[in-house]
């Protein structure tokens, strides 16, 4: 990781991948009790892809990651990965079958070292993978200058790092990141956002759910807009980063007319 403050790339086209997604989501209806949090969502991510799943407070993101995760279950519709359905596979098993989850709000131990953090995310081994471990500590050499540190010590820049560090114990094949910029200085999203995108390079596939939307469509292949728990817009990065819509109610910008 370099310290220089980077800039992303602009818009990326899409992999060639003609395949059976790595991930679909047909539509998937998700309640909390009476409240219906998804509304019959359809998404899917195809292997090799960043996809940036974009939304207002409360229009269900963080929602969809747990129901990948199995940590919530679909009242109607279903969560293919690579074809086969995840009804009642807990969650345990689908990081086993290599989907990783770095959630919202980082829920790293605090009172865990920074080693300790990461083994946390290897549990299902009976010893902890040591390419797994080189890797990360390669990707975030911060956190192996850190190892030995409490969590709850850590900046926050870094507490996220640890977080995505964590879910890629195991290296998964996708890789489920919530608002990993959130809360961080600019340079430190910079420099988490060019990780995101090595992470990708190395060959992991990645559903990203961002507030800062101009970002992560600068980062990601396609795009989804959630609104009140349905999809309303899906497009290449670079149609999303262009859209008056899109531009108006998710960057900030004034449109005329
Ligand atoms: P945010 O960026 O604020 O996290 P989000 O797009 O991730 O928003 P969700 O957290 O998925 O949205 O929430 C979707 C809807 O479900 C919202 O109406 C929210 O209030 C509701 N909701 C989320 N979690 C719960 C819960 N544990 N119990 C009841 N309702 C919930």
Do not use: C, W
């Amino acid at each position: 990781m370099s310290d220089q403050t980077t800039t992303i790339p602009g818009p990326r086209t899409e992999p060639s991948d003609t395949g059976t997604p790595l991930l679909q989501l047909r539509s998937v209806e998700v309640a909390y009790g009476g409240i219906t949090a998804l509304k019959g969502v359809d998404l899917e991510v195809r292997q090799g892809e960043i996809v940036a799943l974009l939304g207002a407070n409360g229009a269900g993101k963080t929602t969809t990651l747990r129901t990948i995760s199995g940590l919530l279950t679909p009242r109607s519709g279903e969560v293919l990965y690579a074809g086969e359905a995840l009804a009642g596979v807990p969650a345990h098993k689908i990081v086993e079958l290599g989907i990783g989850h770095s959630p919202e709000g980082r829920r790293i131990f605090s009172r865990m070292t920074v080693l300790e953090n990461l083994e946390m995310g290897a549990y299902r081994f009976k010893s902890v993978p040591r390419k797994d471990l080189d890797q990360v500590f390669e990707l975030f050499p911060r956190l192996h200058e850190r190892r030995t540190q409490l969590g709850g010590n850590l900046s926050g820049g870094e507490q996220q790092m640890l977080a995505i560090g964590r879910a890629m114990m195991g290296q998964p094949s996708l890789l489920l990141l919530d608002e990993p910029s959130m809360g961080l200085a600019p340079l430190i999203v910079a420099q988490i956002f060019e990780i995101i995108e090595r992470i990708n390079a190395l060959g992991t596939t990645i559903l990203l759910v961002e507030q800062n939307a101009a970002q992560a469509l600068k980062l990601a292949h396609r795009g989804y807009v959630l609104e009140t728990g349905e999809v309303v817009m899906s497009a290449p990065a670079g149609e999303l980063l262009n859209d008056p819509r899109v531009r108006e109610a998710y960057l900030g910008e004034a449109t005329e007319g």
